[in-house]
């Protein structure tokens, strides 16, 4: 008569493997702090570079609104053709998906332990005149030649920090501080 199973020792062997895989495989899923925070950029940078190519194909102009206080920004098209802003949800909803954009909760409006980012000086998490950009029909920045930086930092490592730039031509690129210098 034979028996069919598992030893004790054939199943310890497998439970050892099953840990030591975990043990191996789940720091590589978990996100540092600068990770998060270039993510949340890149984000950004694509949602600008949306709402900058809405302007070109509609030939209007557009608003990324940055709301530092809620974590948020909203893009709006110029639905009635007036290169005005009521801030509606008509302009909101003319950008087809768009909204209201929240960052990652584990990232911020901020500057951390960052110096200015090359070329780009000024005070602030947003240095913009306004704590927004437009884009006019050509995809330009409004007033022409409008440029400024838009800071995150991670909330739990003020060194983490990255940066969204837009040029006075609408050129949009993201930095990132390495704890010396931007990259």
């Known amino acids: 008569m034979t028996r069919r199973g598992f030893s004790l020792i054939e199943m310890l062997v497998v439970i050892v493997m099953i840990g030591l895989l975990t043990a191996i495989l789940v720091p590589r899923f978990r996100m540092s702090p600068r990770s998060k925070v270039r993510a949340a950029a ?7 570079e949306l ?9 209007t102009w557009t608003r990324m609104r940055f709301d530092t206080g809620a974590g948020t920004y909203t893009g709006y098209l110029d639905d009635n053709r007036d290169s005005t802003f009521a ?16 960052l990652d909760p584990a990232v911020a409006y901020g500057r951390g332990t960052a110096p200015d980012v090359p070329a780009l000086p000024g005070p602030g ?18 007033p022409f030649g409008t440029k400024g930086v838009i800071y995150l930092v991670s909330r ?6 990255a940066a969204v730039t837009v040029s006075g031509g609408g050129g949009i690129r993201t930095w990132t501080y390495n704890g010396t210098s931007w990259q």
């Open 87 to 102: 801030l509606t949800t008509a302009e909101i909803d003319s950008l087809h998906g768009f909204g209201v954009r929240t």
């Open 51 to 59: 709402v900058r190519s809405r302007a070109l194909s509609t030939r």
């Open 42 to 48: 890149d984000e950004m940078v694509r949602d600008l």
């Open 156 to 161: 739990n490592d003020p060194s983490a920090v």
């Open 125 to 142: 998490v947003i240095t913009f005149a306004n704590p927004w950009v437009d884009f006019d029909a050509r995809g330009l920045t409004t």
